[in-house]
């Protein structure tokens, strides 16, 4: 009976052991995935930035090719200029970067 007793109790030791081991399996796998969404929300911030830069250089050349263009006159350049700029208010009122909420909810933070 006191080995029986022993048993049982070292085997209730040791389901309580595998328990605890579970359950920081578990907290280490919540943490990994958080990490791993916030990457991901970074990288979205990055790449958005980094699109940013593209898109203003490119803007800058072209505008600068448009409006100094000398094979046109100049009312047909600041037809051009005018142009650039109505593009320009369009594009300030569309590049706005998405807020970090959102980009949570596109990569799945949580889920």
């Known amino acids: 009976e006191a080995d029986a007793g022993a048993l049982e109790a070292a085997a209730e030791e040791a389901s309580a052991r595998a328990a605890a081991a579970l359950a920081e399996v578990?907290?280490?796998n919540a943490a990994k995935a958080?990490?791993?969404g916030a990457a991901a929300v970074d990288a979205c911030a990055v790449l958005w930035a980094m699109c940013q830069v593209d898109v203003?250089?490119?803007?800058?050349?072209a505008v600068h090719k448009v409006t100094a263009d000398k094979g046109r006159s100049?009312?047909?350049?600041l037809a051009r200029a005018r142009a650039l700029h109505i593009l320009g208010e369009i594009?300030?009122?569309?590049t706005t970067p998405p807020a970090r909420e959102s980009l949570t909810?596109?990569?799945?933070?949580g889920e």
């Open 26 to 28: 578990e907290r280490a």
């Open 34 to 36: 958080a990490a791993e």
């Open 56 to 61: 203003a250089s490119t803007l800058r050349a």
């Open 74 to 77: 100049p009312e047909a350049r």
């Open 91 to 94: 594009l300030k009122s569309t």
């Open 105 to 109: 909810l596109a990569v799945g933070v």
